[in-house]
């Protein structure tokens, strides 16, 4: 079974310095893992996802994240944060053996950018 | 092209009642899944359903919970009775599934949040 932690509940941040939301992953097996966003009363959103290649995935609105897997870490960075990039963002992990079909999420880091 | 709708968006009930949620996938999306998010929660699979069929319902409370897909669009979520445990954000998502072991991507609705008073 896969599990996924994510280090930091709540990260704030001033607009336009540079963020790293922390997120490790448990499994057996191989894995996909993504990274979700969520804006208030909103439904998620996938910024970026690593399948397999390069370790490093580019994502949308500037977000990117390094797959790590001798330290089965996954996180995500952006080098200058925007007001409106405040959200939570959740990290997910699935099993690439049976598809991406169950996703295991963490539990979400509220990202706030304070002007 | 229109993401997924779900519908209500808020739902406040007494304990004891039952409730519905509703939920159409993106059109020709065959894979619809039903998630639980608790408040400071990731989300959590309830129900995976590929057509009609309901593949992964280990997660589902079925002394309380039920739902159906029954021509393989959209789908419901009941609760019967509802307990005040339950409140929280129920998400629909759908996918188009190519084979097992393909990345399909899943496409998230905006939730309806579910308050038991």
């Known amino acids: 079974a896969q599990s996924v932690t994510q280090l930091d509940s709540q990260v704030p941040v001033f607009e336009e310095a540079p963020v790293e939301l922390r997120c490790n992953y448990s499994?057996?097996?191989?894995?996909?893992l993504f990274w979700y966003v969520q804006y208030p009363n909103q439904g998620l959103q996938l910024l970026l996802k690593?399948?397999?290649?390069?370790?490093l995935v580019k994502g949308i609105n500037g977000f990117e994240a390094e797959f790590n897997k001798s330290q089965t870490s996954f996180h995500l960075r952006k080098p200058s944060v925007h007001i409106s990039d405040t959200a939570e963002y959740f990290c997910?992990?699935?099993?690439?053996?049976?598809?991406?079909?169950?996703?295991?999420f963490g539990k979400g880091t509220k990202l706030t950018v304070n002007p | 092209e229109a993401g997924v709708v779900q519908s209500p968006r808020y739902k406040i009930i007494e304990k004891k009642q039952p409730v519905a949620f509703w939920c159409n996938p993106i059109?020709?999306?065959?894979?619809l899944y039903w998630y639980l998010q608790n408040l400071g929660q990731g989300p959590e699979l309830l129900i995976r359903?590929?057509?009609?069929?309901?593949?992964?319902d280990s997660q589902l409370p079925k002394d309380r919970f039920s739902a159906e897909r029954l021509k393989g669009v959209d789908s419901t979520l009941k609760i019967q009775p509802a307990e005040l445990g339950d409140s929280a954000v129920y998400l629909c998502?759908?996918?188009?599934?190519f084979g097992a072991g393909a990345y399909n991507e899943q496409f998230f609705g905006p939730g309806t949040r579910l308050t038991v008073l």
């Open positions: 997910a992990v699935s099993d690439s053996q049976g598809g991406s079909e169950k996703l295991v």
């Open positions: 499994s057996s097996v191989s894995v996909y």
């Open positions: 059109s020709g999306h065959n894979t």
């Open positions: 998502a759908s996918s188009l599934m």
């Open positions: 359903y590929e057509n009609e069929e309901a593949v992964d």
């Open positions: 690593y399948l397999s290649g390069s370790t």
